[in-house]
């Protein structure tokens, strides 16, 4: 294929625009063959030659129309834009409208610039709500955007196939209205076939699609302005299918890595003390453990450590140097009806330590909630995420009384990283499920949710990122994806009734080739304006009392 073939293709074909790339040359071709309509309307002339002045007017403006609508048949391509609008201009020209098959031509053309233009001036507004956002962010966008299909979603695909099914029925009905015509109205052959080419041109699916990208685009950049980074504009589709949301507590509405506030023994120094403790925690994962080892600057002595076995979400229980040691939570102790004292060292989580059965002393470890999140739980139910699940290691007693603090109706505590991704492929699996694991760390790798929303700067695994400071958005990142797919809608229906509309009158012979083209134009146009409006604050709360 030659340059100059390549590039027509690219004009004249190109899905999302009837003009795909800008070429200085297109608006001197475009104002030559208006004049050249022009004098053929204002000078008296013979027919032949207006209609031969009428072709080269044509030709001058949509020459890249006939070299796209080639390359399309020899790809099999039979219902692209180029051909239908290559056959609608020569058959207007045999059946005797050369002035409105001309200025067809030229308001296609013309059409294609608007459409870029305003295209790209929606893709630049969309561009620029990240323009504040720091530089990771934005590095990141960038890199989304340029992935290819990013900005596709299963819903265009739907609305995309009917319209190419829509498409083929209506050119059907054209030729059964074009061969019929003169006998169901009375109308001769000529008229029939002029209003079948006004069909078939209002059929074309392009304006349908158009704006597609530029919606999925705009909620893609308004989510990340607003702390919340799909990968992909389906990513950000499959988040309005949620009905489960699973959140880790830690490094997501407790510090991920929880501090020792205080220690107390009566028994041993505090020295002899904090090295028990440190020894008894060595071993174990869980936060209040790590806390310890970070507290804890001294060498340890392994060979001391003997039977070690955590006790989830309480404790551990090991020997140190032959000696029984469990350090664990009070209510862990009532259980096994061992006696310790109740005395708060502080405020946080007490852990208490028997060395021989013998109490020794007491640990207080940090679990502030992060007082901002206690509202997240009812946001994300007035998104139309229903089912909240709050999954911790911590023990029961603490873990329910954290899901009251926080409004969920659901806990699973004592559960370890193992558990908590068990816990989430079970509930995946179950029914209708379409969960969401929401979490800070922990995991290297993808849940068996259908998506991992990571609470970092970093997801080389999730699907989506909330950034720290403001993951309190997430519902409103679900919200804007709501709104993006029934903007995507929207635009689709209105395009729709444009054409009816336009079939209708072309039907009862109010219409020509032209106007139908620029109102197919003017449709387009309004679907690309209205993109924009994913970022409308008033038009995210309809949504959100719409699934309230």
């Known amino acids: 294929m030659s340059p100059e073939r390549k590039r027509a293709k690219h004009s004249a074909e190109k899905p999302e625009s009837k003009q795909g790339s800008f070429e200085i040359a297109l608006p001197i071709r475009i104002g030559i063959a208006l004049v050249l309509v022009i004098i053929s309307a204002l000078f008296k002339m013979p027919v ?8 080269v007017s044509a030709v001058i403006a949509g020459y890249d129309i006939f070299l796209a609508a080639v390359d399309s048949i020899a790809e099999k391509k039979y219902l692209s834009p180029c051909i239908v609008i290559l056959f609608s201009a020569v058959l207007a020209f045999v059946v005797g409208y050369p002035m409105e098959a001309a200025v067809m031509v030229i308001f296609y053309q013309l059409s294609g610039i608007l459409i870029d233009f305003t295209k790209n001036k929606a893709l630049a507004s ?21 992935t290819e299909h990013t900005d596709e979603m299963k819903l265009q695909k739907t609305i995309e196939d009917s319209a190419v099914f829509v498409l083929r029925f209506v050119l059907v009905f054209a030729l059964i209205y074009a061969l019929a015509g003169p006998f169901i109205s009375g109308i001769s052959y000529r008229v029939s076939i002029h209003r079948a080419l006004m069909i078939m041109l209002i059929s074309s699916p392009v304006s349908v699609v158009v704006s597609f990208p530029v919606v999925a685009i705009s909620g893609l950049c308004f989510g990340a302005r607003n702390g919340v980074v799909f990968n992909s504009a389906e990513v950000m589709e499959q988040t309005t299918e949620l009905n489960v949301a699973l959140f880790d507590k830690a490094g997501v509405f407790a510090e991920e890595a929880p501090h020792v506030i205080g220690l107390q023994s009566d028994v041993l120094d505090k020295k002899t003390f904090l090295n028990f403790l440190a020894h008894a925690a060595y071993y174990s994962d869980q936060p209040f453990a790590k806390a310890i080892s970070d507290y804890y600057n001294q060498e340890y002595r392994l060979e001391l450590i003997n039977n070690f076995s955590d006790i989830p979400g309480s404790g551990v229980s090991l020997e140190i140097g032959h000696a029984p040691v469990v350090l664990a939570t009070k209510s862990y ?61 911590d023990g029961n007693e603490q873990s329910q009384a954290t899901a009251d603090a926080l409004h969920f109706t659901e806990v699973f505590g004592e559960c370890d990283m193992d558990k908590k991704l068990r816990m989430i492929s079970d509930i995946s ?15 290297e790798g993808h849940s068996a949710a259908d998506l ?7 997801g080389k695994y999730a699907d989506a990122i909330a950034l720290p ?19 995507i809608s929207e635009n689709a229906i209105i395009v729709f009734v444009i054409k009816a509309i336009l079939i209708f009158l072309s039907i009862i012979g109010y219409s020509n080739l032209w106007f139908v083209v620029f109102m197919d134009t003017v449709a387009a146009l309004i679907t690309l304006l209205n993109a924009i409006r994913v970022t409308t604050p008033s038009l995210l709360n309809k949504s959100r009392k719409d699934k309230e």
Do not use: C, W
């Open 48 to 55: 032949l030659v207006r209609t031969l002045l009428l072709v």
């Open 126 to 146: 969309a561009r620029a709500l990240v323009e504040y956002q720091d530089e990771d962010v934005r590095a990141r966008i960038d890199e989304i955007l340029a």
């Open 333 to 393: 102790f009532d259980s096994i009806d061992v006696s310790v004292p109740e005395r708060a060292l502080s405020d946080g989580v007490a852990y208490y330590m028997t060395v021989a059965g013998r109490y020794v002393g007491r640990v207080a470890v940090s679990s502030e909630i992060n007082q901002e999140a206690e509202s997240l739980v009812d946001e994300m139910v007035a998104a139309g995420v229903a089912r909240n699940i709050l999954l911790t290691e």
């Open 429 to 443: 699996q179950a029914g209708q499920n379409k969960t969401a694991f929401i979490y800070a760390n922990g995991i």
């Open 452 to 458: 991992d929303i990571r609470i970092s700067r970093k």
């Open 469 to 487: 400071e403001a993951y309190m958005n997430i519902p409103m990142g679900i919200q804007i994806a709501h709104r993006t797919k029934e903007l």
